[in-house]
């Protein structure tokens, strides 16, 4: 199975402050950037830019289903749905 | 996100010296202070901007070819991990000056050309043969191995004239031409009734540069102006709404002063003695300009919650209250329904 690996011209940042008021999950936890390509990310997000390198999807979805009550297969096709997003802007590449 | 408040500006807009070989009619800069800061007080200055988060600076001034320590800045810059960028207008630039730029971490070089006609360019520019070394630069880039884009002040002199530069930045391969708004400032306030354009005008320009971004290929055809969202077009890319300015970049002037952007005369602290988070987090003109109230015409647009007023430079220049709608705008009057 393919890994999937952070493009390493990418630049990347945590964002050391939320907004007020906001969800984890809405917060802005970290920022991608790449040439004219920007990209904010939540922590959900940002745990899974940094296991891109080199794990598998597999490994990826095995890694959060331990930390979430939620289906796998929801769960994978949440994950693929962001690796995509980061796929379409150059953002990663599998190997 | 059109609140999203980052920790720290993504790139810097940096005039390391405001010395010119150029006379142009739209110079935003020409009155701006000469002092510059020296090397090592302006290494520390960087170091600042790198430990704060900033990803990208982009040298400006002034020409940054003028600068004798350009290379070693630039050299000292990418080391430490910043993405290193300029905007020049090619004068100075020959073979040997681009190879030099690619190895001191150049990964992107913008040129200023405002127009396919030479004589045109030549005489916005104020200076013979600044064309034919504007193009001859792009290709001694290319050749280098460093990104090119061109950079083209819209204007009266160039509006017209969309397919032209599509066509030139096509033959001079670069992988970017930029059409930047034009802004009302030092010398383009002066020029402004020779050059700038008027509202009706510059919803028939968008109108038309938005056709070629959609049609051209092996292009990218960059549109900055928050205005186009009266058109339903929007830079997909960004994160937030309205201007960049102060939300995703910042400006440095040569003495270290930092500015909101560059066309914007309000200095907010000096990067030599100010802490640049703490600035960025807490200055009132940047919340002012993050939090823009609509105003006038705007009040009730349609348009509003993605234009945020349009270009805020504009609108601080020629009425004084940065809340002011855009002045460029072409909307009705009356609001939106």
Redesign the interface.
Known sequence: MSKVFRNPDV?W?R???T?EGASQEEA?AA?L?SG?????LNEFGIELWEMCDGQTVDELVASQLSEFDVDEDVLRSDIQEFLNSLLQ?GFIRYE | MSNLQLKAPLTINWAINNSCNFACSHCYSREDTHDELPRDVLYTCIEKVVKAGVFSVNFGGGEPLLHPDLLDIASFSSGLGLRVSMNSNGWLLDHDKAVALKEAGFTKVGISIDSHLPDVHDNFRGVAGSHVRALAALGHLRSAGITTSISTVICRINSSTIDELVALALEHGVGQLNFHNFKCSGLGMSNKDELDLTPEEWKLFYRDAIAAKHTVKNLDISLDDPIIALLDARDAGSLVKGSVCGKLSLNIKANGDMTPCGFIPIVIGNIVKDDLQQVWKDSAVLDKMRNKQPTGKCSGCSKYDDCLGGCTARALALTGDMNSPDPHCWGSDAPAK
């Open positions: 630049l940042r964002e050391s402050d907004s802005v920022i950037f004219g390509s920007m990209l904010s802007k």
